[in-house]
């Protein structure tokens, strides 16, 4: 039998009579030929995805680019490592909590919808470590697969790098998102592009209606989303206090804050995140701060870095006290971007910001 085979960060190459999610830089492919692409509205915040087609059963060996990093997969993975709260959480979501052996460096608990999920699965609530564990550690519980949240997880920098994880018997795949080489790297992320990942992933564990279904929800979810139309500017703070680090204009921050109608500040930054000066961010005087709530950079601390600034303290959204809180896990590319999203919309249409 031969090989499937697709680049996972741009295209999704499905066997015959399989419906791909595309955007306007994403081809929905069969293994022998190309169809034309379906454009998505520029106004609407939806990935093109309907389910009037039923996809077929994964036929594998399955071969894969990932972030310019060839995997084979002769089955479904059956022992898989996940690293961070977004490769963890999209596995439980896809209904297949239970190929988790093992997790590390997540970012808070799991989204409540995945609750009843998570209990099932013992690594959820035990992580072999709060950020990233030994190679002794990860291989003690024999994984086949080590599925990471970002690049840098598995590099010599990391874990190991993707070849000597390969010679020890360990596939690695990186969640598309998080590529970061230039052709691979979502710039910008899109929802067409997250919707992609899931699908993909969806695909390489066999798990293809529940792709479509989770695909379907966050459509339902974007749609509901009325942007708001006041133009309001806003600074996407994440964490620093020194020197903030803030969204910038390619990762999930610019696209939720285009999604609910917020003019990103840090847009001009080439990255997901980065630094941001005080006297850039004082020059902008944003409308609203969108504060990302973590454990280890709570909203409260970061409206603490805010007040007691002697300049930022005298921005408007300061004295104002005009702020958005995110929970930190939404703000990672995943299946909890909507969600975030969702919350921060809900928020904005309840601020008050007068001339």
């Not at 993975?77 to 093992?102: F, M, N, Q, Y």
């Not at 699965?121 to 470590?129: G, N, R, Y």
């Not at 020890?168 to 990942?197: F, H, I, M």
């Not at 939720?256 to 630094?275: A, C, E, F, K, Q």
């Amino acid at each position: 039998m031969s090989a499937s085979f697709f680049p996972v960060p741009l295209l999704y190459r499905p066997r015959g009579g399989v419906r791909a999610v595309v955007g306007a830089s994403l081809c929905a492919v069969l293994v022998a030929s190309c169809s034309a692409p379906s454009q998505p509205s520029p106004d609407s915040p939806t990935t093109n995805a309907s389910s009037s087609q039923t996809r077929e059963a994964t036929t594998y060996p399955l071969t894969v680019d990932n972030c310019g990093t060839t995997a084979t997969f002769d089955s479904v993975p059956e022992r898989v490592v996940t690293l961070k709260s977004s490769t963890t959480e999209l596995l439980l979501a896809l209904g297949r909590g239970d190929r988790i052996v093992a997790t590390s460096y997540l970012d808070g608990p799991v989204a409540p919808w995945l609750e009843d999920e998570a209990a099932q699965v013992p690594a959820v609530s035990a992580p072999l470590d709060e950020r990233l564990p030994s190679l002794e550690k990860v291989l003690e519980t024999e994984p086949d697969l080590i599925f990471a949240g970002w690049e840098s997880m598995v590099t010599t920098e990391g874990l190991a790098d993707r070849d000597r994880l390969t010679q020890l018997g360990v596939n690695t795949l990186v969640a598309p998102s998080a590529c970061k080489e230039d052709g691979y790297r979502p710039d910008p992320l899109t929802w067409e592009s997250l919707a992609q990942e899931i699908t993909t992933v969806g695909t390489i564990f066999d798990a293809h209606s529940e792709a479509q279904s989770l695909v379907d929800t966050m459509n339902e979810q974007l749609a509901a989303i009325s942007p708001d139309s006041r133009g309001l500017s806003a600074l996407w703070f994440s964490s620093g206090s020194d020197t903030p680090f803030v969204g910038g204009g390619s990762g999930s921050a610019q696209l939720v804050m285009d999604t609910v109608g917020l003019r990103n500040i840090g847009s001009d930054i080439d990255d997901t995140w980065g630094p941001m000066s005080w006297e850039a961010i004082i020059d902008a005087n944003p409308d609203v701060i969108v504060l990302v709530d973590s454990s280890w950079s709570s909203a409260q601390k970061k409206k603490d870095i805010l007040t007691s600034h002697p300049v930022a303290s005298t921005l408007d959204a300061v004295v104002n006290d005009r702020y958005l809180v995110i929970d930190f896990p939404p703000t990672e590319p995943g299946v909890r971007t909507a969600d975030g999203a969702v919350a921060l919309a809900d928020q904005l249409a309840a601020l008050t910001v007068e001339d």
